[in-house]
């Protein structure tokens, strides 16, 4: 699509919580219309109503997903989406003062379209199956930050008052931690159950290791005496249970979730694609199928793909001054899957291992090592999800042979 031809029109809408602002422009760059509409049923009725006045509209936002692009798409705009960061800088193209104001934001926004809308890509509705994939995963990544959030907080609760469970239990994210605090919320309470019933807890729970036992039993042993006052332990006792029930009911809510995901990746048309990568599984595969999504056109080349994903550094090059950093503005999402894929590939693939150790040698960090073999990660990425082919670990091998590439060269140093 050439948006400088086809289009009659150009908008910008700039959003907010509760009302949006639309300021929309002709080809001479003429303002034809500028409006505010609430965020309610009524407001959008009204938003395709004015829409319907123009021919073809191209519609510019700060966002790609969410039922506000559904509502765009659905009254018939071409949307096009923008980074925030380059939403400001056209706004300050427009004026050099500094000012801000919602109707400028919409209004430069139109305005770049209209004159830099060639090099655009208009945002296509995604399937279903995909969007419910992404929002699934992300919805998960959301409940396992309040998880860990939780964790954090009973772990520092019993360091104030019950240390012995500190030291009697290394994981903090496993459910049977948390019964056994609400089952045993104080030291004397744990003291007074006695051996028996210490031994039965870590049995029906499967904690039972015999490298462990003795030393955890000794631990329950001693509870009372390295322990929080008398006042501490009453009220930082009932703290301790109030978020382990939390915990615990948010479990039974990620193992839905985990469930959820599951089946939908499973049903996804794209399922055997990125459930072929190695050490993706159930967990990373649909991530990373989510944020990268089922339209072919989106992504020309793995160069756009790595810019998206944060994988592609930033050079910065003036007079004789050179700055290579890592990629802020991306798809942190995206990014973050990529990092646990090439984490877990390292222990699946020689390749991918001897790759970080090389970068390791060359002197990077170890998150700066993984961004680099992440990038050579999309790279392949890319290419299965244009063909709509698995990976396969002989094709590649023979590919980087024929290509001569210096990691075959790497792998047949190993002894």
């Known amino acids: 699509m050439k948006p400088w031809i086809e289009l009659t ?3 910008g809408f700039d959003w907010a919580s509760d009302h949006h602002d639309v300021v929309v422009v002709d080809k001479s760059g003429a303002i034809v219309a500028d409006f505010r509409i ?12 004015r829409v319907k006045k123009f021919a073809v509209v191209g519609m510019v936002v700060e966002t790609r997903y969410g039922a506000m692009i559904e509502r765009m798409l659905g009254s018939g705009c071409t949307v096009f989406p923008i980074d925030p960061k380059k939403a400001s800088r056209y706004r300050e193209r427009k004026t050099s003062s500094g000012a801000k104001t919602d109707r400028l934001d919409a209004w430069s926004m139109a305005d770049a379209l209209r004159l830099d809308g060639q090099a655009w890509k208009p945002l296509k509705l995604e399937d279903t199956a995909t969007q419910e994939l992404r929002q699934l995963c992300r919805d998960e990544v959301t409940l396992i930050e309040q998880r860990t959030a939780l964790v954090n907080q009973i772990q520092q609760a019993l360091h104030e008052y019950y240390p012995t469970a500190l030291e009697a239990f290394d994981n903090w994210t496993h459910p049977a931690t948390w019964d056994f605090v609400i089952k045993w919320p ?5 003291k007074s159950a006695g051996k028996r019933y210490w031994e039965k807890f870590l049995h029906v729970h499967r904690l039972y290791r015999p490298e462990t036992h003795e030393k955890r039993l000794a631990c329950f042993a001693r509870a009372t005496e390295f322990c929080g006052s008398p006042g501490t332990t009453a009220a930082k006792s009932l703290l301790a249970v109030s978020l382990a029930k939390t915990l615990l009911v948010l479990q039974k809510q990620l193992d839905e979730y985990r469930a959820r995901i599951t089946t939908a990746f499973e049903q996804h048309p794209d399922h055997d694609v990125f459930g072929s990568l190695p050490g993706a599984g159930e967990k990373i595969g649909p991530r990373i199928l989510g944020e990268i999504g089922t339209d072919r056109d989106r992504f020309e080349d793995p160069q756009a793909l790595q810019c998206y994903a944060g994988t592609a550094p930033v050079t910065q090059a003036t007079g004789k001054r050179l700055s290579v950093h890592m990629r802020r503005a991306c798809n942190l999402n995206l990014r ?15 390749w991918a291992q001897a790759y970080y150790l090389k970068k390791k040698e060359e002197g990077h960090r170890h998150s700066s090592a993984m961004r680099c073999l992440g990038q050579r990660w999309i790279k392949i990425i890319w290419a299965m999800w244009r063909n709509r082919k698995k990976y396969d670990p002989d094709l590649h091998q023979r590919n980087q042979v024929a290509h001569g590439s210096w990691v075959i060269a790497l792998m047949s140093e190993k002894p």
């Open 38 to 49: 609430p965020d309610t049923a009524e407001g959008w009725r009204d938003f395709a109503e």
């Open 9 to 11: 029109h150009y908008a």
């Open 336 to 350: 973050q899957a990529i990092h646990f894929l090439a984490d877990r590939s390292r222990k699946t693939c020689a």
């Open 186 to 190: 104080t030291p004397e309470a744990l």
